[in-house]
T-cell receptor, first 113, second 111 residues
Framework: DTGVSQDPRHKITKRGQNVTFRCDPI?????LYWYRQTLGQGPEFLTY????????KSRLLSDRFSAERPKGSFSTLEIQRTEQGDSAMYLC???????????FGPGTRLTVL | LAKTTQPISMDSYEGQEVNITCSHN???????ITWYQQFPSQGPRFIIQ???TKVTNEVASLFIPADRKSSTLSLPRVSLSDTAVYYC????????????FGTGTRLLVSP
């Protein structure tokens, strides 16, 4: 257990539905990252927060994806109008500073039917 | 960000030493090398990080030659529980730390 928690651990949804995932980072960590991992591949960067500010977004993050980090604590990742291609493991990581180790949560596995 | 190349898979037996080599020919002066381990259905876990020469912790050793164009993760006396995917990453020291993962090395440890 790294101290980063994610909820839910598994989510099955039908195509076209909206889903929201939550990440609770290690409490003193001001940096929070979202990654997506598909089967057989390494994680791919999606977006990054420093405190409550979203400072970077990957081109992978289409306009159906939105992430927030209110008050610089927990973060949510919402996917609207899910597609089968969104099926993946969504990973959250946090770090204390720019060069500090990123600690990953257990991930949320999304299956879109 | 420097691209890394590592073997797709490796097999070993319990009790053996395993060395996984990663090449990163375009590593920049300020870059450092980090290895992560990932078990199925879990997030990656930090193993070790280094800049040059040798780094050792309770889990592994990391060997980096003088030209820093490659690095070798050494796992002493592996056990079945070391079966996992191992990722070599090169991280810059400027800006935010977006980790760039390759496909990793799948290590299978057999009895």
């Amino acid at each position: 257990d790294t101290g980063v928690s994610q909820d839910p651990r598994h989510k099955i949804t039908k195509r076209g539905q909206n889903v929201t995932f939550r990440c609770d980072p290690i409490s003193e960590h001001n940096r929070l990252y979202w990654y997506r991992q598909t089967l057989g591949q390494g994680p791919e960067f999606l977006t990054y927060f420093q405190n409550e500010a979203q400072l970077e977004k990957s081109r992978l993050l289409s306009d159906r994806f939105s992430a927030e980090r209110p008050k610089g604590s927990f973060s949510t990742l919402e996917i609207q109008r899910t597609e089968q291609g969104d099926s993946a493991m969504y990973l959250c990581a946090s770090s204390l500073g720019r060069t500090d180790t990123q600690y990953f949560g257990p991930g949320t596995r999304l299956t879109v039917l | 960000l420097a691209k890394t190349t590592q073997p797709i898979s490796m097999d070993s037996y319990e009790g053996q030493e395993v060395n996984i080599t990663c090449s990163h020919n375009n590593i920049a002066t300020n870059d450092y090398i980090t290895w992560y381990q990932q078990f199925p259905s879990q997030g990656p876990r930090f193993i070790i990080q280094g800049y040059k020469t040798k780094v050792t912790n309770e889990v592994a050793s990391l060997f980096i030659p003088a030209d820093r164009k490659s690095s070798t993760l050494s796992l002493p006396r592996v056990s079945l529980s070391d079966t996992a995917v191992y990722y070599c990453l090169v991280e810059g020291n400027t800006g935010f730390q977006k980790l760039v993962f390759g496909t990793g090395t799948r290590l299978l440890v057999s009895p």
